[in-house]
Nanobody, 129 residues
Framework: DVQLQASGGGLVQAGGSLRLSCAAS????????IGWFRQAPGKEREGISC????????YYARSVKGRFTVSRDNAKNTVHLQMNSLKPEDTAVYYC??????????????????????WGQGTLVTVSS
């Protein structure tokens, strides 16, 4: 069975940091890019970051660029999202998702939810002011 499990959420003060992890199983991890999405209360889910497979390609939404860093460990089938300088508006449920990766640029579609084949359950991040 395919599984994507996001973890690492919690309560943090504004300006603080959290590191989210996404553990994958049940599919060929190296063949997939992994994206991070979030859904704040009362808002639509939005894509915030994505990382390709072995070529180091990374994309970030404008709202998190310079504060969040995505990385992956293919040996452990895991992707991390390091979140620094957190703001109250970062409060959301964070999800990881997987899409087939063909080594081509997808900077214009990395935020499109329909492009992702597998989704995990979310982890809640709450940033207090």
């Amino acid at each position: 069975d395919v599984q994507l499990q996001a973890s690492g959420g919690g309560l943090v003060q504004a300006g603080g940091s959290l590191r989210l992890s996404c553990a994958a199983s049940g599919f060929t991890f190296d063949d997939y890019a992994i994206g991070w999405f979030r859904q704040a209360p009362g808002k639509e889910r939005e894509g915030i970051s994505c990382i390709g497979s072995n070529d180091g390609v990374k994309y970030y939404a404008r709202s998190v660029k310079g504060r969040f860093t995505v990385s992956r460990d293919n040996a452990k089938n895991t992707v991390h999202l390091q979140m620094n300088s957190l703001k109250p508006e970062d409060t959301a449920v964070y999800y990881c998702a997987a899409r087939r990766y063909f080594g081509r640029s997808f900077d214009t579609t990395f935020q499109e939810q329909s492009e992702y084949e597998y989704w995990g359950q979310g982890t809640l991040v709450t940033v207090s002011s």
